[in-house]
């Protein structure tokens, strides 16, 4: 039998009309029997991650290939209709992965929030105070996911101080009837770096380290990430390199690379959701999307920049991660990403929500805003661990910076947003161009939210 952690007592009772901001829901376990002691508070940032693990549009499942979903780089092989709508950008605001996506990230920020009002009744002690660090940084990345899918990147927009072109934030314990309104970009992306850096003040950088949880040096990889979302070159640059430095983490091998996809807590991995055997999405896994036997819709694209790169340059480690297949016995061989092979059968994959090389490519793409001569030493860090008989380069532009991304980071939700944050277009599978600022580069806001909160604006062209 599954074991319910305490955090999802904690929203028993929610009301099913409306998945925004209904944080304290009237059969919530009462304060006193809540969370009275740091074994339940670590249940808690438990009861956080843990309702993100098992439904679809979240890090596991459809979420985890989102933005190389929206690219040429990959395909859908057999159409069974899950998440080919992603990739056809035909995902309506009646659509039920938008939806899913709302829902739940918002239910986990109604989780973080409650832990955080009850345990500020517990006696301060290190474990609290790193405990607390890890919801505030859990509330950061939600919203900051939330802003990815349903608002602009600020770097994209004319104005981040316009009415509504944010999200609805969540950060503190509201009435079940509250119906909230969408704050500006600004305001959205000031709370997540709030977030994060009250993490950063509360966590021990020496914390012993444990899959599935954050850490010091997950907050500040984060908040560098979403620094670079906003602009802020020196500030990303600045917490990237101490995440470098400091974190005691290493790039993969080229020995290693090849063998590390089905191992928890490796080298590289800051920061990956905890997926296991009784808690995973099943057929809406990273896992089923990315293999013929599955939904097979997160295939390579053989025509694509990414594919005709990896099969040309096999002295490349990374080209040993394409896998072949058949959606049957009489189709021709299809080619999917390697990186989700499962560890107790295919639905069981950890997504990596941050590693270490792509801190190397925030430090990258900062440097080469910033016109700084040191963005070449981080593509060549990355390069000489993946390719043999690499030779350094002197420079580096900002399309070899985004082709990087490309290469280095396929399947792990990156590839659209590195180009749309660089105000540059994506192919889509059907060979359609989209700008950075096309309106379907966001998703609609449910209309089930927007029936109970006529307050909230629908994006532009839902």
């Not at 039998?1 to 028993?12: C, D, E, H, Q, T």
């Not at 474990?127 to 900051?144: D, I, N, P, S």
């Not at 309104?181 to 770096?193: A, N, P, V």
């Not at 590390?260 to 089923?288: A, C, D, H, M």
């Amino acid at each position: 039998m599954k074991k319910i952690y305490l955090a999802l007592s904690l929203f028993a009772g929610l009301a099913l009309t409306s998945c925004n901001l209904d944080e304290s829901p009237a059969t919530s376990l009462p304060l006193d029997e809540g969370i009275t002691s740091e074994i339940d508070l670590k249940s808690a940032v438990k009861g956080v991650s843990y309702l993100l693990t098992e439904d679809r549009m979240l890090y596991a499942s459809e979420f985890g290939l989102y933005a190389d979903l929206l690219t040429n780089d990959f395909t859908v092989i057999k159409d069974n209709g899950q998440s080919s709508p992603i990739s056809g950008y035909t995902l309506t605001k009646h659509d039920a992965l938008p939806e899913y996506a709302y829902c739940y990230m918002y239910k986990a920020l109604a989780n973080a929030n409650l832990a955080l009002k009850y345990s500020d009744a517990l006696p301060e002690s290190a474990t609290v105070k790193e405990l607390r660090g890890q919801l505030y940084a859990w509330r950061a990345l939600l919203h900051f996911d939330l802003a990815r899918m349903f608002a602009h990147i600020p770097t994209t927009v004319a104005d981040v101080n316009a009415k509504g072109s944010g999200i609805v934030l969540s950060t503190q314990v509201l009435p079940v009837d509250f119906k909230g309104t969408r704050s500006t970009l600004k305001q959205t992306y000031d709370q997540i770096i709030a977030d994060f850096t009250e993490a950063v003040k509360l966590m021990d950088k020496d914390a012993k380290k444990e899959t599935g949880f954050l850490n010091y040096y997950a907050a500040l990889a984060l908040r560098a990430r979403a620094y670079l979302y906003m602009g802020e070159n020196e500030k990303a640059l600045a917490d990237a390199k101490e995440v470098i430095a400091d974190g005691g983490y290493e790039l993969y091998s080229i020995k290693d690379y090849a063998s590390v996809w089905n191992k928890e807590g490796t080298s590289e991995s800051i920061f990956e959701l905890l997926i296991t055997s009784n808690y995973n999405p099943q057929r809406n896994g990273i896992g089923y999307y990315t293999d013929a036997s599955g939904y097979a819709e997160c295939g390579f694209n053989t025509a694509g920049k990414l594919y005709k790169y990896l099969t040309d340059n096999p002295e490349d480690v990374r080209s040993n991660l394409i896998k072949v297949g058949k959606v049957s016995k009489t189709a021709a061989d299809s080619y999917y990403p390697a990186k989700y092979p499962g560890r107790e059968g295919i639905y069981v994959n950890n997504p990596k929500i941050i590693r270490l090389s792509e801190v190397y490519l925030i430090a990258a793409e900062a440097s080469v805003k910033l016109n700084k001569d040191d963005a070449a030493s981080y593509i060549n860090a990355i390069e000489r661990n993946r390719v043999t008989g690499y030779q350094d380069v002197a420079t580096v532009d900002i399309d070899d910076v985004i082709f990087e991304y490309e290469k280095e980071l396929f399947a792990e939700n990156q590839i659209a947003f590195a180009y749309w944050r660089n105000k540059k277009s994506v192919t889509n599978r059907l060979k359609k161009v989209i700008d950075y600022d096309n309106d379907r580069t966001i998703l609609p806001i449910p209309q089930r939210e927007i029936d109970y909160n006529p307050a909230l604006e629908q994006n532009h062209g839902y």
